[in-house]
């Protein structure tokens, strides 16, 4: 008998060691024009997922997309991850579902793309996915490409909801009548 690898294996394994603290503190909530983008990821059955991973990336405000240093800072005498340094914007975040499937992303708006770029891991896919929150009062929402080439129900699902002055709603659908756009890249 053969016993499976783990790519032949449903996880979660990722839980375990990719989270690291403030993971989706992208900025500080004192930051000048801070955000928040939250949501829940839910199943083929509508079901939020306890146990799914957004990894998230951004250009900064002012378009940059260089990113800083400083989401992984080890703990020089444990070896442990510190997390931010609560000052430098890095233009990546990851973060955990909890166990209602619920995110919360706190960060700036991008500048020169009207998007957030998220990859989504999750238990019983294989291999990530890829879409884009859109966030629908940016200046370039309505110029972008990808968002003109779609059809209406295609592109509300990578619009995100804005709820008040500085936050936004987007719920990750992994399968069924309201799936998420996901993007392949050769």
């Not at 800083?68 to 005498?77: A, E, H, L």
């Not at 110029?143 to 990750?172: G, H, K």
Request: glycine residues 12%; aromatic residues 10%; contains cysteine.
């Amino acid at each position: 008998m053969t016993l499976p690898t783990p790519s032949q294996t449903v996880g979660p394994f990722y839980g375990y060691a990719l989270p690291f603290p403030d993971g989706g503190n992208l900025a500080t909530a004192a930051a000048p024009g801070a955000i928040t983008v939250h949501g829940t990821v839910h199943d083929g059955a509508g079901q939020p997922v306890p146990d799914a991973l957004l990894e998230v990336w951004q250009p900064a405000p002012d378009g940059s997309r260089a990113g800083r240093p400083g989401s992984m800072r080890r703990d020089q005498v444990t070896g442990g991850f510190l997390g931010r340094n609560g000052i430098d914007f890095t233009g990546f975040g990851r973060v955990a579902t909890d166990h209602d499937g619920h995110y919360t992303l706190r960060t700036l708006p991008p500048g020169g793309a009207p998007y957030l770029a998220v990859c989504v891991f999750a238990r019983g896919l294989l291999h990530h996915l890829y879409t884009r929150a859109y966030l629908t009062d940016h200046p370039l929402h309505a110029t972008d490409p990808l968002l003109a080439a779609l059809v209406a129900q295609r592109r509300a699902s990578l619009e995100s909801v804005r709820e008040d002055e500085n936050m936004y709603r987007f719920d990750i659908h992994l399968q069924g009548e309201k799936e998420t756009t996901f993007l392949a890249f050769d």
